[in-house]
């Protein structure tokens, strides 16, 4: 009798090794969520993080999203609560990426209000799925930035730099490892 041999394989099994950099997808209403995007985003450049891409989830299709995750190691969202709930098009996102089982990502956060806080709370919730590595400390925001605020954005930036920083010395001791090996 003949023996067969299978070998099953996903779609992000054919793909490469993702590369140094961050996503940061958010949703934001009236601008104020945006805002915290837009600081992280800053600080993370400062910190040494070339590769940044930003996807308001209300105006970027989500294949496009959904690509950069694959391609990048860092994702940052954020979010405003909704009817106590996270915003739907984030929601959306989220499930979406739960579904296709990504694995080896780090995973920062962050939330608006105004009269009850959820976002935070949910996207949490979501990482349970997700299963990508939490890095820093999520941002909450009710209203609108203030100082506080900004200083937390850029504390959040800097632990997704920092992590991925870290990375580089890993692969670093890696190669000189096989090196030292040959």
Request: contains cysteine; negative net charge; proline residues 3%.
């Amino acid at each position: 009798t003949a023996t067969t041999f299978f070998y099953t394989f996903s779609l992000h099994d054919a793909l490469p090794i993702s590369e140094e950099g961050v996503v940061i997808a958010y949703g934001s209403m009236y601008g104020n969520t945006e805002e915290v995007a837009e600081a992280i985003a800053e600080e993370l450049s400062k910190q040494g993080i070339r590769n940044i891409v930003m996807h308001n989830v209300s105006h970027t299709s989500h294949s496009f999203i959904i690509a950069d995750v694959f391609k990048y190691k860092g994702l940052i969202v954020g979010c405003p609560t909704y009817n106590t709930q996270m915003y739907p098009e984030m929601e959306a996102l989220l499930s979406k990426l739960a579904s296709r089982e990504i694995k080896g990502r780090y995973l920062g956060y962050f939330g608006s209000f105004t009269w009850a806080s959820a976002a935070v709370k949910k996207i949490a919730e979501f990482n349970d799925k997700l299963k990508f590595e939490p890095v820093g400390n999520p941002v909450e925001m009710k209203h609108s930035m203030k100082a506080e605020t900004n200083t937390q954005a850029k504390e959040l930036a800097k632990a997704m730099a920092d992590r991925l920083k870290a990375d580089r010395s890993e692969e670093h001791t890696s190669e000189l490892q096989s090196h030292l090996n040959l």
